[in-house]
């Protein structure tokens, strides 16, 4: 679509991205910008706009000295080429600069070479005169040891130099082949491409309009990150609420306002309609089972305005501000959405790179406890019990990295956590506590009891805090379960007493006071026909 360029009709208005809200997978972008108007306007140009820009999604509004009514927006894409000649020159000259030291490279190299065969030529010209006088006796062997000496030096010095300027050269023939790469590349016309938006607009007369106007962009999108360090001696956690934010949108975010937003608004607002789902025999022909897309919602058209403005409406220029009238607003609503408006301003360049920006820090109380499963590994994992504030706010699923004392103790990932919610975070093990499991007793009954042979089994856990504090310990044991009716598992004595729960699981909760010892034990029987062999009993 092409416009024609009437400066009286038509006015470019310069904008800045004032604020933006981040989605989980696009951005809305609003840009502000104030412009002197004559009265005789027909249109508001906003050039430069990103190609991630969703066009459908442009909205328009305003306030004034002067009434305005919005009549439209249209969009053009434009095509640019970039100005290279400043580019070119830099590269040229770097070419330049790099083929003058590849020259003086190669003088060194032919001069060293010049030298080599000179001691070549010396070499030659004196052997036979030189073994003569060394028959003769004429030299000593000193004399003859420094000669050569002499020329093995020599040979070994150019040698060395001129491996080494050879690097040199191949070294600059690499930069030399990447700069004419680079010159070549931008010498070739590459269009630069952008949207413009046009905004068709009637103007009640003279005045300074403020018109904004805010799009969607795609490229852009926010995740939670959390950092959790817990304080063994206060017992809480200090939770950092982060928001890692990416975009290559085209355009930076500088001194923006910024909110960050759990709303999807690609995924529209009316749900996908089920098509019918065919099926037939083999020998005819398939027919494939496709399922609709979502849609998007659609966007409609503007109305042009029905009439000019009436007397009343030519009154409102003046120095009061007047809002914009906004013709054919689409205003949507989704469900359950968070949003979190961040206090001060952003700087998220687009640059593709993740930038962390803190949601909020708080500290919430917690209660530690520890679980054991001897059976398993003889360590005490550390657990902090954690409330989310019933005034809070939820948090949503991410990563979190977890500190223990500013000890890092690794990442975990967490899932929704509504306000008044409780949830565990895991902290490794604590080697303040001692586990030992040990069998005390494996015995077969020598007489068969109703043709059933009996083995009893026995085990002793002993749990040792030697932490300077009281502790609560849940320990987990296992029975074997049977899956043969012919086997029979029973539970014969267990101290503390604690009942059998389901797939024999054992479980007991206790609290160990400082530097104190606790014993654990439990007796099981297994009983089976004789000439049946069990398999799978790891004791």
Not at 165 to 188: G, M, P, V
Not at 192 to 219: K, P, R, T
Not at 471 to 480: G, V
Request: glycine share 6%; net charge negative; aromatic share 6%.
């Amino acid at each position: 679509m092409t416009h024609p360029e009437t400066p009286s009709l038509r006015k470019t208005v310069p904008t800045q991205v004032v604020a933006v809200t981040v989605y989980s997978d696009q951005a809305l972008v609003t840009r502000r910008g104030v412009v002197s108007l004559t009265g005789v306007e027909r249109e508001l140009v906003i050039n430069s706009l990103p190609v991630t820009l969703e066009s459908d999604s442009a909205r328009v509004g305003g306030q004034g000295t002067v009434g305005v009514r919005l009549l439209s927006v249209s969009s053009d894409r434009i095509y640019t080429t970039e100005p290279v000649a400043e580019r070119v020159a830099h590269l040229n000259s770097q070419i330049q600069q790099i083929e003058a030291e590849k020259r003086n490279l190669q003088a060194q190299i032919d001069a060293l070479a010049l030298q080599a065969k000179f001691i070549e030529g010396l070499r030659e010209k004196t052997e036979e005169p030189f073994a003569q006088s060394l028959s003769r006796k004429n030299l000593s062997l000193s004399e003859t040891l420094d000669f050569l000496n002499f020329l093995g030096s020599q040979y070994s010095e150019y040698a060395i130099a001129s491996g080494d300027y050879h690097s040199q050269q191949q070294e600059l023939d690499k930069q030399l082949q990447a700069l004419r790469a680079t010159l070549h590349n931008i010498q070739t016309p590459h269009p630069q491409e952008s949207f413009s938006l046009v905004v068709g607009i009637e103007v009640a007369g003279e005045g300074e309009f403020e018109l904004e106007v805010s799009y969607i962009v795609n490229s852009a999108s926010w995740t939670p990150l959390y950092d959790l360090r817990v304080d063994s001696t206060s017992q809480t956690v200090n939770l950092s609420y982060l928001a890692e934010i990416t975009q290559n949108t085209g355009e930076d975010w500088l001194d923006v306002s910024l909110t960050l937003s759990t709303a999807k608004p690609g995924l529209g607002t009316l749900p996908p309609k089920l098509e019918p789902w065919y099926i037939d025999t083999l020998r005819s022909r398939t027919v494939q089972r496709v399922l609709p897309r979502p849609s998007l919602p659609s966007i409609a058209a503007m109305p042009a305005a029905d009439s000019l403005f009436s007397q009343d409406e030519e009154d409102l220029a003046s120095d009061a501000l007047v809002a914009a009238e906004n013709i054919g607003a689409v205003i949507s609503k989704e469900g359950s959405v968070v949003t979190f408006k961040l206090n001060g301003v952003g700087n998220i360049p687009s640059d593709g790179a993740p930038h962390k920006i803190t949601i909020f820090n708080d500290d919430y109380p917690c209660n530690f406890d520890y679980v054991v499963i001897p059976r398993l590994v003889s360590f005490a994992y550390l657990q902090a019990h954690v409330k989310n504030s019933s005034d809070g706010a939820t948090l949503l699923p991410g990563k979190a990295n977890i500190f223990r004392d500013d000890v890092f103790v690794g990442g975990t990932k967490l899932e929704n956590i509504a306000p008044g919610q409780e949830f565990i975070l895991n902290l490794g093990i604590d080697e303040g506590i001692k586990i030992e499991r040990n069998l005390v007793e494996r015995q077969v009954d020598k007489k068969m009891i109703v043709n059933q042979r009996r083995t009893t089994y026995a085990y002793r856990l002993l749990i040792t805090n030697l932490l300077n504090q009281e502790i609560n310990l849940k320990i987990t044991e296992q029975l074997p379960v049977s899956r043969n009716e012919q086997i029979k598992i029973r539970l014969t004595r267990i101290q503390p007493q604690i009942q059998l729960g389901d797939m024999g699981i054992l479980e007991w909760e206790l609290s160990v006071l400082s530097q104190e010892r606790r014993e654990i034990y439990y007796q099981f029987t297994l009983e089976h026909p004789p000439e049946l062999t069990v398999i799978g009993l790891d004791i």
